[in-house]
């Protein structure tokens, strides 16, 4: 079984510049999530799709950032500006049905700098 | 008050012996409960699941959970140099629709 794919693994860009991230998830998972993962910090989520639809999206800043996850699959997080706050590892993820019962499998993540 | 609170760490402890991790929850009515591994530049994977008040073993692992105290714990035991990675506790919301994760516990097994 294929894992969930991320890209890319890295980034560095200036602080009000945007940037896009891109997750495909296990074939057949129907709920992807976003995470964020501050360095020493555990994973917060930002959003959680179920299909293409949004489950949650409460800690979402929505003034920069966005998601979408169009026909159910793959996914794309923005953030447009940038912040040097927003330096953190985004990690996607998939489960076969909601959180209560399904394990979470991860994506290698993507590793953001802000300048 | 943290929705999931561990202890910092780092946890230091001998190669062969028990290591032991804890975690305290505030949602009384959270069902689910996970401990994830990550190990540094890599992403979390899920080590064990508990559901159910009291023991679950697999392998070296064995979580413990006690709904009335808001308590799960992780012991692992024969520790290896391999275990040393930070230990994710998460914990499913009463709403049944959010995984929320501690901030970890760094595990360092020396040999």
């Known amino acids: 079984e294929a894992g969930v794919a991320q890209s890319p693994r890295y980034k560095i860009i200036e602080k009000r510049q945007s940037v896009a991230f891109w997750c495909n998830p296990i074939s057949g998972h129907a709920t992807l999530y976003w995470y964020q993962q501050i360095l020493g910090q555990g994973p917060k989520l930002l959003i959680q799709f179920q299909n293409n639809g949004v489950v949650d999206d409460s800690q979402l800043p929505k003034d920069r950032f966005s998601a979408e996850r169009l026909k159910g699959v793959d996914s794309t997080l923005k953030i447009q500006p940038a912040k040097l706050e927003d330096s953190a590892v985004y990690l996607c993820a998939s489960s076969s049905a909601g959180t209560g019962y399904s394990p979470l499998h991860f994506g290698n993540g993507t590793r953001l700098t802000v300048t | 008050q943290k929705e999931v609170e561990q202890n910092s760490g780092p946890l230091s402890v001998p190669e062969g012996a028990i290591a032991s991790l804890n975690c305290t929850y505030s949602?009384?009515?959270?069902?689910?409960f996970f401990w994830y591994r990550q190990y540094s530049g890599k992403s979390p994977e899920l080590i064990m699941s508990?559901?159910?008040?009291g023991d679950k073993e697999d392998g070296r692992f064995t979580a413990q959970l006690n709904k009335a105290s808001q308590y799960v714990s992780l012991l692992i035991r024969d520790s290896q140099p391999s275990d040393s990675a930070t230990y994710l506790c998460a914990v499913n919301n009463s709403g049944g629709n959010k995984l929320v994760f501690g901030a970890g516990t760094i595990l360092r097994v020396k040999s």
């Open positions: 508990i559901y159910s008040n």
């Open positions: 949602d009384r009515g959270s069902q689910s």
